[in-house]
């Protein structure tokens, strides 16, 4: 007995609502939107921890490379579950040895992906965010790590194929 293939029609988009709330300074210049909502149902993508090496596991030396290629890796991850940075909803992102310099690399990253804000763009929908320093990762050289959550819309009238 063949194996029935499936099929997935999707369901209107979630649509994420970002919030700054009154009280709270404007995280905007930061890269980051304090809150963000969404209502269900959703299928949910967890990302683990991506660091700057590229498929060939090579880690340059600069932080802003690694940054960069950081979210490139997010990116490929998100696409193999179907979902594109703007399902991007919130972001962890460990950076080594922090600085004021290695902040304005990750922002100048985190806005090649998200918008600036500028030049007439609408305001850009910075996921949620929370940037912890660490003194090491995982691997030799490794500066930083980003991991992120996404949420996309649930599909409908999925149909799984049946065992043979």
Known sequence: MDAKPSFI??????????????????????GYTHVVTVQEPLRWLFVSGQGGENALAELPDSFARQAAQALA??????????????????LTVLIVD?????????????????GSGEAGDQ???????????????????????????AALPMAVGAKAATPA
């Open 98 to 114: 922090h600085s004021l310099e290695r902040f304005e690399h990750w922002q100048s990253a985190v806005r090649q992906h998200w």
């Open 9 to 30: 029609a999707q369901a209107p988009s979630p649509q994420p609502c970002y919030l700054q709330p009154a009280g709270l300074y404007d995280s905007l210049p930061n």
């Open 123 to 149: 305001r850009p929908r910075f996921p949620a965010c929370t940037l912890i320093p660490v003194p090491k990762l995982a691997l030799p050289g490794m500066l930083i790590e980003v991991e992120a959550t």
């Open 73 to 90: 890796n997010i990116k490929t991850a998100l696409a193999a579950g179907g979902a594109d940075m703007g399902h991007v909803l919130k």
